[in-house]
Nanobody, 117 residues
Framework: QVELVESGGGLVRAGESLRLSCAAS????????MGWYRQDPGKDRELVAS???????DYRDSVKGRFTISGDIAKSTVSLQMNSLKVEDTSVYYC???????????WGKGTLVTVSS
């Protein structure tokens, strides 16, 4: 069973940076999409950023220009560089990898990011 493990969360002040990383316990074949999501208590999980196997990236409007997603298909890893963090970026962040070959998605267990004012 493949597991995704996130790291890099923590407590920072507004304006500071964090880098989240996600690695699969073993290589995932046929990756189509990798992404980062976040979820607040009582709210739906929302897409923060994604990167396709061709390298196309997408960001939610509120993080454009501040966050950068990168991924390594061969290593089944995905990272999220978060700059100029805001209090409203506080959330639990989850990584997700979707495989065409296996026809399924994999999720990490989440890492908490807290931004103080």
């Amino acid at each position: 069973q493949v597991e995704l493990v996130e790291s890099g969360g923590g407590l920072v002040r507004a304006g500071e940076s964090l880098r989240l990383s996600c690695a699969a316990s073993r290589a995932i074949v046929g990756i189509h999409m990798m992404g980062w999501y976040r979820q607040d208590p009582g709210k739906d999980r929302e897409l923060v950023a994604s990167i396709s196997s061709s390298g196309t990236t997408d960001y939610r409007d509120s993080v454009k220009g501040r966050f950068t997603i990168s991924g390594d298909i061969a290593k089944s890893t995905v990272s999220l560089q978060m700059n100029s963090l805001k209090v409203e970026d506080t959330s639990v962040y989850y990584c997700r990898i979707y495989s065409w070959t296996y026809g399924r998605e994999y999720w990490g267990k989440g890492t908490l990011v807290t931004v103080s004012s």
